[in-house]
Structures are given as structure tokens and as C-alpha cells.
Nanobody, 120 residues
Framework: VQLQASGGGLVQAGGSLRLSCAASGRTFSSLNMAWFRQAPGKEREFVAAISWSGGTSVVDSVKGRFTISRDNAKNTQYLQMNSLKPEDTAVYYC???????????????WGQGTLVTVSS
């Protein structure tokens, strides 16, 4: 499985972006998917995950602002980010694996990352 993340960019605080993660291969619908992010000088952290059946979870810091979704027909998952804050600035990575988890070690496949910069 190969993952290609896109949609990052520069946005002002309060703005919105939608990240996409396109997956290759025929097993997408059976994979659990997630987004992680890594800010400069910080460790990678969990943002959101969506199970193969559509169950979702998001970290408290983005709850009510970010929404994770997937379109199995397009082999793509999304992260809709609204009300962005400067502290959301990070490289965002999509991940896929057999397990639905907030632990990055549970994911087998990773995209290359897309940079989100939120200006104040």
C-alpha cells in the first residue's frame, strides 16, 4: 500500500483546509486509517483515526474543529480542518494499518507528509 498526502498549505488563523490521502492497492476498504502530525521540535502526535467500518476518533485538542472521513470508492481518506490555530502548524502524515489506534507504532504504511502552516 502506498499513501500520497496532499492539501497542505498556508492559511490564516480561523481558516480551513482539507487534507487528502490517496491510497494505492485493492485493500483500502479493509484498512484502518489515521492522521498524525509533527510540529517543529516536537514528537509526532495522533490527530484522528477512522476504522475500516467508519468509526472515528480525534484527539481532544482538535475535537469540534477537525473531521476525519473516508471514501472507499476513491481509496481516499480526508481530514477537514476548520477554525485552524497557529498551534496546528505541523507536517501532517497519513497512515494505514490493520489496527485502529492512536499509537503510531500500530500503523504499517505512511504517506510522505504535507505541511500545514497557520499564521496568526
Amino acid at each position: 500500500v502506498q499513501l500520497q498526502a496532499s492539501g497542505g498549505g498556508l492559511v490564516q488563523a480561523g481558516g480551513s483546509l482539507r487534507l487528502s490521502c490517496a491510497a494505492s492497492g485493492r485493500t483500502f476498504s479493509s484498512l484502518n486509517m489515521a492522521w498524525f502530525r509533527q510540529a517543529p521540535g516536537k514528537e509526532r502526535e495522533f490527530v484522528a483515526a477512522i476504522s475500516w467500518s467508519g468509526g472515528t476518533s480525534v484527539v481532544d485538542s482538535v475535537k469540534g474543529r477537525f473531521t476525519i472521513s473516508r471514501d472507499n470508492a476513491k481509496n481516499t481518506q480526508y481530514l477537514q480542518m476548520n477554525s485552524l490555530k497557529p498551534e496546528d502548524t505541523a507536517v501532517y502524515y497519513c497512515a494505514a494499518g490493520k489496527y485502529w489506534s492512536s499509537d503510531s507504532r500500530r500503523y504499517d504504511y505512511w504517506g510522505q507528509g504535507t505541511l500545514v502552516t497557520v499564521s496568526s
